[in-house]
């Protein structure tokens, strides 16, 4: 069986706000909670916020990260901590942690790897810093330990748009630069769905010259000079309004625009003297890509057709699994377009997956989802991500 619950608060105090959550998601489990996931403002004295979730449930593991905004079953919240109480008897958890991610993100990877790998654990949740590391490195290093078939969910931490340093949470640790992630195994099911709500448009264009994620040439042109070319006017708003414009990463298969999957990558910084633009995740040189463009009308309703394909998913093999748990981690650039609208995303994953199963997650500054028909696990930008657990 698995029971789960989760809570908000907007207390001022820090120790207040993680006990309150913390006391309201525990409150009506029948089981002691085997994990708790608490996401919270950067704003918070990071100590005494743990500390008043350790005083409401002493002795339970504790993981999560600060944020760009916190979701939990009352929606989305800002400023606030919110926390996922998990219990059962038929899934057990292992979790760890790993600091120095920026001196070498795939060994950073490879150590989580080899302290969750084990018969059994093919699902895990990774959270790590949003301003250090590669994160497409961190999966590779994952998968090195623990094969290719591993399901790799989460997100990276955010520090609500500041862009200075974001924690990461593991036990009463406050961590930085580093990765915490938690493995799940025993008798589950679960389901992962991802979807973007941008759309490529344009001639699709090869990468000619990038080292990493960061992108000089397409077509043999400055990435720059192309992309001033696709915003015009609103060119000399880069980084920024790249935000609002990321770069596609077209299936391999296919260069059409309804077909196949496309990785978003969004600007992160711009080289004028190189003519170079960084982005959030790695652009392999020799990749086709497109422009893309996006509104809030199909980002939500991109949201929707996640959790439609993590619940296929969680009932592909057994049609009488129920949805006990979501664990939505969605792009902080998708906040920024959609504003005002924002609950709307959540509303559409509660309302698809089931209005009464308890929700947590975070926007972050990037995701990590399975993709495509064999579920490879990637990294992601400006994409609503989610698990659905269920027994």
């Not at 769905?193 to 000619?208: D, E, L, S, Y």
């Not at 633009?277 to 040189?285: K, L, Q, R, T, W």
């Not at 005002?340 to 509303?347: A, G, L, N, P, V």
Request: net charge negative.
């Amino acid at each position: 069986m698995i029971q789960a619950f989760s809570a908000a608060s907007t207390q001022k105090d820090a120790f207040d706000a993680g006990n309150e959550a913390t006391r309201k998601a525990v409150a009506d489990l029948t089981m002691d909670p085997i994990m708790l996931w608490v996401f919270g403002a950067v704003s918070y004295d990071q100590a005494k916020l743990l500390d008043g979730v350790a005083a409401a449930a002493p002795n339970v593991p504790i993981i999560g990260c600060t944020t760009d905004g916190e979701i939990s079953s009352q929606g989305l919240s800002v400023n606030s901590v919110v926390v996922m109480a998990l219990s059962s008897d038929s899934v057990q958890l292992q979790s760890a942690f790993v600091e120095n991610l920026s001196n070498d993100s795939f060994r950073a990877g490879a150590q989580i790897g080899k302290a969750l790998k084990g018969e059994g654990r093919r699902y895990i949740q990774v959270f790590s810093d949003g301003l250090s590391g590669n994160a497409d490195q961190i999966i590779q290093g994952i998968k090195s330990q623990m094969g290719d078939d591993v399901k790799i969910a989460g997100g990276t931490a955010g520090d609500g748009g500041d862009f200075k340093r974001t924690y990461q949470y593991f036990g009463n640790k406050i961590l930085t630069d580093s990765i915490v992630a938690v493995a799940f195994q025993g008798q589950f099911g679960f389901g992962t769905g991802t979807a973007c709500g941008w759309f490529p448009v344009g001639i699709a264009k090869k990468v000619t010259r990038a080292e990493g994620n960061m992108v000089y040439e397409l077509d043999g042109q400055p990435a720059l000079q192309a992309y001033e070319r696709f915003l015009g006017k609103y060119a000399e708003h880069l980084p920024a309004v790249g935000v609002e414009y990321p770069l596609g990463l077209l299936d391999s298969d296919s260069e059409a625009e309804d077909e196949g999957y496309f990785l978003c990558r969004a600007t992160m910084g711009v080289d004028r003297k190189a003519g170079a633009i960084i982005f959030a995740g790695d652009v392999p040189e020799g990749s086709m890509v497109k422009m893309t463009i996006g509104n809030d009308g199909d980002i939500i309703r991109a949201a929707k057709q996640a959790a439609q394909s993590a619940m296929g998913k969680l009932r592909k093999n057994n049609p009488a699994l129920k949805p006990q748990a979501i664990f939505l981690y969605s792009c902080m650039a998708r906040k920024i377009v959609l504003g005002s609208r924002t609950d709307e995303e959540i509303m559409a994953v509660k309302e698809t997956v089931g209005e009464g199963v308890p929700i947590i997650g975070f926007y972050t500054y990037g995701e990590y989802a399975p993709i495509g028909e064999c579920e490879v696990s990637c990294f992601h930008n400006e994409t609503a991500t989610l698990t659905v657990i269920g027994d």
